[in-house]
DNA sequence: GGTAAATCAATACGCTTGTACGGTCATGCC
DNA sequence: GGCATGACCGTACAAGCGTATTGATTTACC
């Protein structure tokens, strides 16, 4: 195997010194931006010289797509959570996950900014892109399948697309947390709204 | 009145000349992205030299306010001429202005990129924030006006609450217009979940 | 104990950046 | 005619940037 999964010896703290520096590097992009970003302001962040940062990461654009990946990891394991309790109704965990998008504690608010960062760059970046859209479709598969299971439990319409109901309610998800973001609307609105969207769909004769 | 509106004399081509380097600048943001502006290459783009940019602006980040501000006018200026057809009813023009925010050719494809760019360094830029706010809450505005006259006109449920669904179609709309730019949905398909989304609300007894 | 690899630290290089400054020429006004 | 102002141009500068390089120290293994 790679020198990655060494748990011993030398190298064996490689990965967690990578993770370190990324830490600092979101930081850097919460606070003040993926443009701002300095490998000397990473380096002091993360209390190394920047000669450390340079050892473990070839180049900024490596460090970069590292912490992209990283971040997504988390995302795709908060979500591996909500599907993980068996007892909840399907409907119960969609909601669920789709109220992860709307950014309600400091911790949400703070991966929301980054992920818009990241966006916003992968705009310019095809290979931001590549990783980004990675994610997102990872995510949307999630969606669908929970709708399809929603139907068969009787809790949302057999009439509905599910790819299409997916794509709605991911985009009115990924809306609102940008209004939250903004400023333009506090947690509990957006949530509420979702939550309309959400009973309105099971009501729908169609 | 200020120098700006003089048409005659010193200084009358003032304010087109900070158009034309606007443009310059705008159009360096949808190839390469908001960090990669230089006030050189600004320059190069608009065929003047680096003065002439320092000359019409003090700063780069006067410029770059001044950008935004002139590209929100544009938008403002699109919602204002499919509010002007009196012909339509409110419903109808309540989807052209949606959909305005769905990307569906180029010119709306790179405003929507610029948009983007502007959205995710406000994230860090209290000023930009400030200008973004504004063309937002009137865009929100119209919103919830046009859905008040389409309950008037019976086009919409008068159950509905106006703020709350033109939050939800703001979200929907930018949601969808996202997805699009990032590559993840065809224009076509996200324009049917918007009317399919605006045709169920229309129908909901609630 | 020796060798090789990992882990840094320190420094330097070339480049780009925003901004400042000085100068030139044209224009408008008294 | 003089004088202020607008409209530039060219250049210079200090700061910061990503990256390369070199060297020292530690660690693991034979």
């Known amino acids: 195997m790679s020198k990655g999964s060494r748990t011993r010896g030398l190298g064996a703290r490689h990965e967690e010194r990578r993770r370190q520096i990324a830490e600092a590097l979101l930081a850097i992009i919460d606070l003040h931006g993926l443009d701002a ?7 002091a962040r993360a209390e190394v010289s920047l000669g450390a940062v340079q050892h473990y990461f070839r180049s900024k654009d490596e460090m970069l797509l590292f912490a992209l990946d990283y971040i997504s990891e988390r995302g795709t394991e908060r979500v591996r959570r909500s599907l993980g309790q068996g007892e909840q109704p399907p409907r ?3 909601r669920d996950i789709l109220a992860e998008l709307v950014p309600a ?3 949400r608010r703070a991966e929301l900014r980054i992920a818009t960062a990241f966006t916003a760059r992968s705009l310019v970046s095809p290979k931001l892109a590549d990783h980004l ?18 139907q068969e439990a009787d809790e949302m319409p057999a009439g509905l697309d599910p790819e299409r109901t997916a794509a709605a ?9 940008m209004q939250v973001l903004i400023g333009h609307r506090n ?16 009501t729908t004769a169609s």
């Open 105 to 107: 504690d400091d911790q």
């Open 187 to 202: 947690p509990r609105t957006a949530l509420a709204i979702l939550d309309e969207h959400l009973d309105r769909l099971s």
């Open 92 to 94: 119960a965990v969609l």
């Open 133 to 150: 859209r990675a994610g997102y479709d990872s995510l949307y598969d999630v969606l669908v399948l929970l709708i399809r299971h929603a």
């Open 169 to 177: 309610l991911f985009a009115l998800a990924e809306g609102l947390g």
């Open 37 to 43: 970003v300095s490998l000397r302001d990473v380096a």
